[in-house]
């Protein structure tokens, strides 16, 4: 069976939007992280909660972007990090967004999957960057013709 050609996605901008790392929600990662807390840096690992809550549209919705559905399992294959500097608490943050790629591949695995790559970048109310992150997905087709 043949499968429509990925929609083009790359370059489309995430609506973004503003989130406030709490003292509570610092120390509550802190702990679960196994980190003592600080009432005044949060973990680092915090720009993921930070970047994937305030990205402006619901996994749901970056996915049907893609022409894709969660229930068909996509698959979060690679994720890097570029730490500015330290994130503050109590402290709002904007984030920013856009879809870096959308790229059709052979899959031993799966057949055919669309390897969604997106970024996220976490601002101060200066406006400078304090975090990026970038995220890979792994999106299976199925019914596509195997590698």
Request: aromatic share 6%.
């Amino acid at each position: 069976m043949d499968l429509p050609n990925p929609p083009d996605v790359a370059g489309a901008r995430l609506p973004g939007g503003r989130y406030r790392i709490t003292r509570e929600e610092a120390a509550l990662f802190a702990e679960a992280v196994g980190a003592g807390p600080d009432d005044r840096v949060a973990h680092p690992a915090f720009f993921f909660v930070a970047t994937q809550g305030a990205m402006g549209v619901s996994v749901d919705e970056l996915l049907a972007m893609c022409a894709f559905k969660a229930e068909d399992g996509p698959l979060l294959t690679n994720m890097s990090a570029e730490l500015d500097a330290p994130l503050e608490v109590d402290a709002d943050y904007d984030v920013t967004g856009e879809v870096v790629s959308l790229v059709r591949k052979p899959s031993r695995t799966f057949g055919t999957v669309d390897v969604l790559t997106f970024q996220l970048d976490l601002l101060d109310q200066t406006r400078t960057r304090v975090a990026r992150v970038t995220n890979t997905w792994m999106l299976p087709r199925r019914g596509g013709q195997g590698a």
